[in-house]
C-alpha cells in the first residue's frame, strides 16, 4: 500500500504501520510501500503500548506510529551516536 491508500481505508485512526519500501534522502525517511499492522480508534496510547510490544519481539521491523490525518508522511531519520548501556 501507499500512504494515500492507508489514509482512504483508514480515515481519521492511528495505525502501525511497517515500511516495506523505504530509502533516506536528506535524513528523510521516503517509504513507498507500506503494510498496516494494526489499527486504533482514537487510542494513541494502545498504539504506543502496541509499538512497543511489536517492537520488543522484532527490533528489526522498521514500525511506525501514525495518524491518518497527517496528509503526508513526514518521518525523519536521526543517526544515534550516544553509547547504549547492556542489560
Known amino acids: 500500500m501507499r500512504w494515500n491508500n492507508v ?3 483508514y480515515p481519521d485512526q492511528w ?3 511497517e515500511a516495506i519500501d523505504a530509502r533516506t534522502e536528506e535524513n528523510e525517511r ?3 510501500q ?3 499492522v494494526d489499527v486504533f480508534l482514537n487510542d494513541n496510547n494502545g498504539a ?4 512497543v510490544e511489536l517492537h520488543k519481539q522484532h527490533p528489526e521491523r ?12 513526514d518521518i ?3 543517526r544515534w551516536t550516544g553509547v547504549r548501556s547492556f542489560r
Do not use: C, D, N, Q
Open 7 to 9: 489514509k482512504e481505508a
Open 15 to 17: 495505525v502501525i504501520i
Open 30 to 32: 521516503i517509504i513507498e
Open 34 to 36: 507500506i503494510t498496516v
Open 48 to 51: 504506543l503500548r502496541r509499538y
Open 62 to 73: 522498521e514500525l511506525y506510529v501514525v495518524h491518518t490525518s497527517r496528509p503526508k508522511l
Open 76 to 78: 525523519k531519520e536521526r
